[in-house]
């Protein structure tokens, strides 16, 4: 279920989003079935810094948690004129991460 995604020239990241499978895992003291999907993101050390990738994939991680954000997020950006002014490399972060 995990592997790391292998960047190919002229790439200098890759997203990895593995399938969507039922895990035991324990919340509030009882063991309960959840969906979970394993996230790799692999970038070139010219593209971007460890903090920048990590940030970057806490964030995608949390949009994915939770839809309702990211639609809101997106509304909220193109209402304020944002999207218009950023490139692809720039929805998901406040700052722009160099090469994502």
Known sequence: MM????????QSAILGMHATKERAV???????VRPMMYLAL????????Y???????????DL???PARLL???VKRF???LLLQTGPSEIFTAKPCRGI
């Open 3 to 10: 592997s790391t995604p292998i960047i190919n020239p002229p």
């Open 26 to 32: 324990v919340k509030n003291g009882q063991v309960v």
């Open 42 to 49: 692999s970038t070139t050390t010219a593209s971007s810094t």
């Open 51 to 61: 903090r920048e990738a990590v940030l970057t994939l806490v964030t995608i991680k």
């Open 64 to 66: 994915l948690e939770d």
């Open 72 to 74: 809101l997020d997106l």
């Open 79 to 81: 209402s304020d004129g």
